[in-house]
């Protein structure tokens, strides 16, 4: 079984940036893709951006893109979401998850192991 942990979350003003960590324990994700996903009130949990096992691949929701940034350290076996330019619309509970064995993970049904998250609230 694997944990999943993520961390850096907090209260910003719009405009600002955040580092979302997501610390694994209990076996290796260095052969795992993985994602970042997350869920505001009242809405589907939404997929925000995925990294490849190797870390030599990402892909990002269009509300994502050039603004957050995925990354893996699998010494660390950890996974960062950095994002910037933060928006009020951001505002959500934000989870890491573990994908396919050497994928690349888009689709939810691909992730399993989910973190409990942390909350990202962005203020105008």
């Known amino acids: 079984q694997v944990q999943l942990v993520e961390s850096g979350g907090g209260l910003v003003q719009a405009g600002g940036s955040l580092r979302l960590s997501c610390a694994a324990s209990?076996?290796?994700?260095?052969?795992?893709?993985m994602g970042w996903y997350r869920q505001a009130p009242g809405k589907e949990r939404e997929f925000v951006a995925a990294?490849?096992?190797?870390?030599?691949?990402?892909y990002y929701a269009d509300f994502a893109k050039g603004r957050f940034t995925i990354s893996r350290d699998n010494a660390k076996n950890t996974v960062y979401l950095q994002m910037n330019s933060l928006k009020p619309e951001d505002t959500a509970v934000y989870y890491c998850?573990?994908?396919?064995?050497?994928?690349?993970?888009?689709?939810?049904?691909?992730?399993?192991?989910w973190g409990r998250g942390t909350q990202v609230t962005v203020s105008s």
């Open positions: 209990g076996r290796s994700l260095s052969t795992y893709g």
């Open positions: 998850a573990v994908g396919r064995l050497f994928g690349l993970s888009i689709d939810v049904g691909e992730y399993d192991d």
């Open positions: 990294i490849s096992w190797s870390g030599s691949m990402t």
